[in-house]
Every structure is written in C-alpha cells, then in structure tokens.
C-alpha cells in the first residue's frame, strides 16, 4: 500500500504543494522515480510508443498494461501508482470497464486507474468509483482517440471545444474522480478549469496554473527522439549520450581494451594447472 493515497492528493487540492506526477515503465525507472519523491507514478498506456515501439497508444492490451503494472509496482515503496486503462478497456460498458479496472488493483498492484474522457465515461468513472476503485479522468487532448479530435494539437482554441472540455472535467469530477489530468488545453481555460472543478487538476502543456504536473520521464530525460512536444522540458539530453557510450563500448572490445586485467578476476591458477595436467 502506497504511503501517498487518494485522499492525500484530493487534499492538495487546498492545502499544496503542487502535485508531481511521472510516468514509469519498470521496476528500475520506478525505484529512481520513487525516491526522488515524486507523488504519483503512472504506468502510462504511452509505454506503446516509448516502450513498446506503436505508431500510438491504441495497439496498447490489457496484457500489455498489467505486465508493465505488475513490474513498477516492485519498485514502488511511496508514490500512488495508477495503472492507464488502455483503448476500449473501458467503453464497452460500465461492467466491463469494472472487470478491467479491478485487474490493475487485484493482479497488478496499483492504487488507482485512470482513463480518458469526460462526459461520455462519466457512468463509467461513477461505477468505478461506486465499487471502490480509485479514479484519475483525463480530458482536453485524449491520446487513445486523437485522429477523432484532428490529431495531436492543442484543444480547447474555440468556443465550441473550450466549453466540451470544461463539461468534461465538471463531469468527470462529479462522477467521483479524485483528479483529473488536463492535456494540451490553453492556459486561460485550465485556469477556469482548475478553480471550478472541486478536484486536483495535473496539466501536461496546459500551463502553470493547474494544482499539479506530469510528464513523460522519457521526454523530461530525453531518452525519446521520435518527437518532443513544446510543452515538455528536458532536464536531461540523455540519447545522444548513451547512444556515445554504446559507441565507445563497440571500439574498446573491437580494439581488445576492454574488459582490462582490472575488471576481470583471478584465482584460477591452480586449477588451470590441474586441468592441463590431466590433459
């Protein structure tokens, strides 16, 4: 059981700090994620590409998501850790969506899920909710069904979309979410957002003003070269150095210099010696 519950974050909502939130794909990123202290840790469904090599989040199974769940869950001692509900693990039907969700906590270990949507998946959050699980909503910019809203752009530039999206987090918080994450949104309507909706919102490129944020640790460390948005900053560049130490590695054993009499053990004399006596 996380130190860190639910119910914490919901009071950060009022008290603060601003809520911190990173995304971990094994048990080695978890256990460092973990003990910098970071709030929340979410298995995101973004593994697809970062991980898993998908063009997008919706080849992205349920299978795929709790192995990934099970292994993080190792290394977390602290933070909440939220399982993604992948691509139709959840919009079928509100039983359905139960039996998924149930999965995260019952065989994969994590304290909450989360998934996309607003008022279209606000029975779904309250049934959930309703039979105990912990839910995290996801509104503005919904990865899983992209393409439907022109593809990976800011939302909420419009009249029409700016007040979708400020029913969806109304909705999703009135469904009993305990937060709700805000992507790709104007700041000015994560603002209006954030101060209507009686939960914590965590922006990811919807600015300064929501009660926490996320990213990708694989952007933030810049291990990801694919595509990096404008909203994410890199605190680290740390591709073009590991792909340098592979490149080195290569030359020092090509060239015989590695590994060294240093790096390698000794002790084995005497049975040596016998080996080629009885030879």
Known sequence: MADITPVHIRERKLQGPPITMLTAYDYSFASMVDAAGIDIIL????LGMVVLGYDSTVPVTMEEMLHHCRAVSRGVKRALLVGDMPFM???????????????????????????????????????????????????????????????????????????????????????????????????ELSVLITKEVDIPTIGIGAGPGCDGQVLVTNDLLGLYEKFTPKFVR??????????????????????????????????????VKAIRAQN
């Open 43 to 46: 298995v995101g469904d973004s």
């Open 89 to 187: 693990s959840y919009q079928v039907s509100p039983e359905d969506a139960l039996m998924n969700a149930s999965r995260f906590l019952k065989e994969a270990g994590c304290d909450a899920v989360k998934l996309e949507g607003g008022v279209d998946v606000a029975p779904v959050i309250e049934r959930l909710v309703k039979a105990g699980i912990p839910v995290m909503g996801h509104v503005g910019l919904t990865p899983q069904t992209a393409s439907s809203l022109g593809g990976f752009r800011v939302q909420g530039k419009d009249i029409e979309r700016a007040r979708a999206i400020y029913k969806d987090a109304l909705a999703v918080a009135e469904a009993g979410a305990f937060s709700v994450v805000l992507e790709c949104i104007p700041s």
């Open 234 to 271: 890199k605190y680290l560049d740390l591709a073009p150095k590991i792909n340098q130490a592979l490149k080195t590695f290569k030359k020092e054993v090509e060239a015989g210099d590695f590994p060294s009499l240093e790096e390698s053990f000794s002790g084995g004399e005497e049975a």
